[in-house]
């Protein structure tokens, strides 16, 4: 089964932007990082980075086809700034009940401008991390498996 890692906007900056925010680790690091843990939990990761709003809908709404078909387990998904303006990744998200996504924000938005206070995902999500650093996608991924995959609760 696939479990998809999905990052919006700036995200393919990671390693050089903000490091006091975001760290020195590059989305590439990320990316294998996650690659290596699904594989020990037994699934296979696909990675998609993109600037593009609409290229993030039609990657979910692929992953709700496979939930469906018994394919994929679930998506980590850091919408970046897409987080606080976006209704249609709402929707999108909301459009596919059944595939489990968890929001990721490396940062503690809530630490930081009033106006990353709000998230459009929050309410589709199927659970939040926030504040761990790049960790929360190892965390995300981890916590996804246990609640929704073979034997979860
Ligand atoms: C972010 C937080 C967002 O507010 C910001 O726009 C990002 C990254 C995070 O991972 O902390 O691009 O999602």
Do not use: M
Not at 59 to 84: D, I, M, S, W
Not at 109 to 136: D, K, M, T, W
């Amino acid at each position: 089964k696939k479990i998809l890692l999905l990052n919006g906007p700036n995200l393919n900056l990671l390693g050089t932007r903000e490091p006091e925010l975001y760290g020195h680790t590059t989305l590439a690091d990320v990316q294998a990082a996650f690659e290596r843990t699904a594989a020990q939990l037994g699934y296979a990761a696909e990675c998609l980075q993109s600037n593009w709003e609409g290229a993030l809908i039609d990657k979910l709404h692929e992953y709700g086809r496979l939930q469906r078909e018994g394919l994929a387990l679930g998506c980590v998904f850091n919408p970046g700034a897409y987080t606080h303006t976006s209704v249609a990744l709402h929707d999108a998200v909301k459009g596919v009940p059944q595939l489990p996504v968890i929001e990721c924000h490396i940062s503690n938005v809530h630490a930081r401008e009033p106006f990353r206070q709000h998230s459009y995902l929050s309410p589709a999500a199927a659970g939040i991390v926030i504040g761990f650093g790049v960790e929360g996608y190892q965390i995300a991924l981890e916590a996804l498996v246990r609640k929704y995959g073979a034997g979860g609760a």
